[in-house]
């Protein structure tokens, strides 16, 4: 079974959620800035009435999924727009390839896939990636309160890693790479997301971010 891990830029205001136009501005600097090899493909997703259950290779607990419907959307450059009447989706650039600044460091030479993807819900959502902890909500699942602590596992080691501020959001933007492609953990903390992103992302979005991630 092939492993695929997220990083994530969490806000550390969970009201926090972005302007449409903010959205747009930072998938196009993130293509701009090369942080995608190959030729980069555009996704726009808005939740569906339908679900389907997938089963925790972790918990062994069998979680239910919105499936999600895909929105037309033409290029970055329509971005704002075509986001603008929802409360609730999923909207990123992704490519296979080796990108020219990438956003996480990698010990591959082959191309690669990587996403680059901008998430909003309308409520509260846990950002933590528990594994091993049953009393922390999974990822991407509802919170009622406001969880300020994340919870992350470490995949070399499965030690956990606490991040302040960085338990649940309403928005927030992950780093998805291709399966079986892990960045190095060199350190044991998650602060390796390229610097030069960050900072485009704190000056875009005009909010602070930590760092998280997922993986399974």
């Not at 996480?104 to 998430?119: A, K, M, N």
Request: aromatic share 10%; charged share 15%; with cysteine.
């Amino acid at each position: 079974m092939s492993l695929r891990y997220t990083h994530t830029l969490i806000p550390t205001s969970p009201a926090f959620t972005p302007t449409p136009a903010q959205v747009e501005e930072f998938l196009a600097a993130m293509l701009s800035r090369g942080a995608l090899g190959g030729q980069p493909t555009l996704t726009f997703l808005t939740p569906s009435t339908k679900t389907r259950q997938v089963r925790s290779p972790f918990r062994g607990e069998t979680q239910l999924h919105p499936v999600m419907d895909h929105q037309p959307i033409a290029d970055v450059s329509g971005v704002a727009e075509a986001i603008a009447p929802f409360r609730d989706y999923r909207v990123g650039v992704a490519a296979m390839g080796v990108p020219v600044h990438p956003p996480l460091p990698v010990d591959f030479d082959e191309p690669y896939h990587l996403g680059i993807t901008c998430i909003l819900s309308s409520i509260l959502r846990s950002t933590s990636d528990p594994h091993d902890l049953p009393d922390v909500p999974f990822y991407g699942h509802p919170v009622i309160d406001t969880e300020d602590v994340g919870y992350f596992t470490n995949p070399y080691t499965m030690d956990v890693i606490e991040v302040p501020s960085a338990g649940c959001a309403k928005f927030w933007i992950e780093f998805d790479l291709g399966n079986s492609v892990f960045p190095p953990f060199d350190t044991g903390a998650l602060d390796f997301l390229d610097p030069e992103v960050v900072r485009i992302a704190q000056s875009i979005f005009h909010t602070e971010f930590a760092q998280g991630c997922t993986w399974g």
